[in-house]
Each structure stands twice: as C-alpha cells, then as structure tokens.
C-alpha cells in the first residue's frame, strides 16, 4: 500500500526494516547496488538507548547488521557484521578520556568488484557533551568477509570533532557531514557539510573546506544542521542532483533544548569543482509518523525515471519512497539559477 505526499514522492506505509512503535529501533539502510536475488545491504542497530531523540543529550549505542531483501521493500537481518580487523582499528583509537559506543551509519560504493564500506567510528567524551568522530572504511568481495583499514578521517583540531555520512561522487571529490563546536565554551556542536579530496576510495583523503554551513544559509530547514546523503542518477548542465538532510534550528524549552525538524532536500553539485551553486529553499518532503527527524540513507534506481529512496524516522525504523525521477528533474529545473554553458 502507497500513499502520495507529492508529485515527487509516494511513500510506502509498511516500514522496510522494524516497526513504526520504534521497538528494537533500527536505522541507516544501505544497499548493495550489485546485489540481487536477494538483495543486500547494512543496517544500524540501535542496541541501547538513553533519552529522547527529539532532546538534546540522548544517547545511542549501536551494532551494524547485515540484511537483506527479495523484493527492496521488505529488509530482515542476517546477521550481525562482521569486520576483520577492526577492533584493532578501534583500540588504536581508545584514549582514556572517551569510550567507544559502537559502529554506525553505513556507506556502501562498488568499484571495479570490491566493496567498499563507510561507516562512523564515533567516541563519547567523558563528562563532557561532546564526542570524537572518525571516518572508518572497510573493504572486500562480499559484505561478510570485509577488512578494516586506518580510518580516513577524524578530529582535526579543538574546532572539528570528526566526519561521518558521507556521499561518494565518481571524481574525486565527496562530500562528508563534518561536526563543528561553535561556542565558546567548547561544548556545542553543529553538523556541516564538508568538501572532501580523495585520490581513492581506500586512503588519501583530505578535508578541503566547508562547503554548506547551516549558520550562513536563508532557508529555516537547513539552518540548524547539515548532513549529506548520496547522489541521484540525474545530471543537469554537467551538475549532479543530490540529496543531503537539513535540520531547522534548535529550541530551548526550560533546561531542554528540543532539536527542530530533519527533512532531506536537494542540491546541485559540481564534480569538476566541488561546488553547490544550489539549494532547494524548502525540503522534499516529511514523513507524516516522524515527530523530528525523516533522515534519507540510501537511493536505488528501479527503473528508467522510478527509484526507491530510505529514510528513517525518528531514528527508529526505516521506511522506503518511491521517487518519480521525471518529477524531480522537472522540480529541480524550474527552481535553481542553473548555469548558461
């Protein structure tokens, strides 16, 4: 069963992986672009909780899952991921003044039959607010046989605290959700999106520039914070379309601060240059169960103008939408300054 939210977007209403009632909460699908009959991917498993998504401050402590799907609308686990070398990994980066909290947010990209896997390596400071973020990677023939290699990027200085989410480009440029304290206590973060240059895919990354900062945009659903989701097979003028997530600023209620809402949207990007030159003033749409947060993961093409896109709500299940690709083109063309040449 569908249900319209727009010219663009038709949501499922039966979730593709856990339940609307957000027990056993699971989050950020990622498929196997080369996988079929049956399809797979990785999933984020939340394993334990403390507090409430909408409210800064929660907590999430999390496992990747290997899952998989006959028909990409119904995802059931595997087994829990494996990784081949990377406690190591994670030991090397333990420090006494922060604890581990598990793996999360999965990037899947094929190159030439190795798979390529991204996912957060990300630690919690103790009695502090903030957290140490790293870019970790893995590689291998099939999702269940995988090695970890050094991460590609983390904390640079006091300033960043890390890369996570990123969005794979064919050239060399990406784009990765970068985390920022922005006071002067040290202790407030906010997520940007974060220009990155790759000579491969498996090492020599390096951190060129804010590319999209929440705080110097005009659009409220994307300036509270930032992050990147993929690309879409859609080309305009040389120019990619992309999906990335914005969030509209934070609230303070009392002693609460209660975290706007999360909405993916679109972009313009240019592979040549690493430039957005566009932002959609107004997001694609809003999952109508999501209290805060409809946070785009992954995209598949089905068909000629037809693709499925996976969001999670409220960081709690994962719904897929079919996305009319015609629609999008025609949306994305009458809205930007595109360029003349």
Same mark, same amino acid.
């Given at each position: 069963?569908?249900?319209?939210? %727009? ?5 499922? =209403?039966?979730p593709a992986l856990?339940? #609307?009632?957000?027990? %056993?909460? #699971? ?10 009959? !049956? ?5 984020? #498993? ?6 409430? =998504? ?10 990747? +899952?290997? =899952? ?82 050094? !991460?590609?990027?983390?904390?640079? %200085? ?33 997520? #940007? +999106? ?47 379309v992309g999906i ?22 679109? +972009? ?40 499925l896109l996976y ?31």
């Amino acid at each position: 069963m569908k249900k319209k939210l %727009n010219s663009i977007v038709s949501m499922y =209403v039966k979730p593709a992986l856990g339940n #609307v009632s957000g027990k %056993n909460p #699971v989050m950020a699908l990622a498929v196997d672009k080369k996988s079929k009959n !049956p399809y797979s991917g990785v999933a984020r #498993v939340i394993v334990k909780r403390k507090g409430n =998504v909408d409210v800064s401050g929660y907590l999430d402590k999390s496992k990747l +899952i290997i =899952v998989e799907s006959k028909d990409l609308l119904n995802w059931k686990k595997v087994c829990d991921l494996k990784i081949k070398g990377i406690d190591e990994v994670i030991k090397n980066l333990e420090k006494k003044d922060r604890f581990f909290i598990g793996l999360e947010d999965p990037d899947i990209y094929n190159e030439k039959g190795i798979k390529h896997l991204y996912f957060t390596i990300p630690f919690k400071l103790k009695d502090k607010k903030k957290y140490a973020i790293f870019l970790g990677h893995a590689k291998g023939k099939r999702l269940d046989n995988l090695e970890a290699t050094a !991460p590609l990027l983390g904390p640079i %200085n006091k300033d960043i605290c890390g890369f996570k989410e990123i969005a794979i480009s064919p050239g060399n440029f990406h784009l990765s959700e970068m985390g920022i304290i922005k006071n002067q206590n040290k202790t407030e973060g906010v997520s #940007v +999106i974060s220009l990155i240059k790759s000579k491969n895919l498996k090492d020599n990354w390096n951190f060129e520039k804010i590319i999209l900062d929440p705080k110097k945009l005009k659009y409220d659903w994307v300036m509270g914070h930032l992050s990147p989701c993929c690309f879409l097979p859609i080309q305009i003028k040389g120019l990619f379309v992309g999906i990335i997530n914005g969030r509209a600023p934070s609230k303070k209620i009392g002693n609460k601060v209660s975290y706007g809402k999360f909405h993916p949207g679109l +972009i313009l990007f240019n592979p040549k240059t690493g430039e957005i030159p566009w932002i959609s003033s107004e997001p694609l749409f809003e999952d109508p169960d999501a209290t805060t947060i409809t946070f785009a993961s992954d995209f598949i093409k089905r068909s000629k103008d037809k693709g499925l896109l996976y969001c999670h709500v409220n960081d709690s299940f994962v719904r897929a939408y079919d996305v009319d690709l015609r629609e999008l083109k025609k949306y994305v063309e009458k809205n930007p300054k595109l360029p003349t040449s």
